[in-house]
């Protein structure tokens, strides 16, 4: 990964709900999500911890057994091997930026 970049020359992967841009090093991975109206990411759970922010719109962000409304500007905390879920309360996309300690390999292009 190169030292610099910009999200809008970054490539993008359409997900279904979302799509999303990828930036990292390697141990820790920022990702700008564009949620669509109404989508959401469902409950999962993962070992890499995760900081959420969200830059744009309105989502219910879920935490284990724990739900709160985040306009922009909210942030949240998700340790790790904790189920959460996400879901855009809007009718306008939404944008949310996470972070990942370590990468999500997961998301690399194989």
Known sequence: MEHFANWQDLP???LGSAE????YGEKIMLVR???HPHA??????HPHEQLLHVLAGACDVTIGDKTEHLT??????VPSNVPHAVVNTEDTPSIVVDIFSPI???????
Not at 20 to 23: C, E, S
Not at 72 to 77: E, L
């Open 12 to 14: 993008e992967e359409a």
């Open 20 to 23: 999303r841009k990828l930036f």
């Open 33 to 35: 999500n564009n949620l």
């Open 40 to 45: 959401g990411i469902p409950s999962h759970a």
């Open 72 to 77: 922009a500007g909210g942030v949240a905390w």
């Open 104 to 110: 999500r390999e997961d998301f690399l292009k194989k």
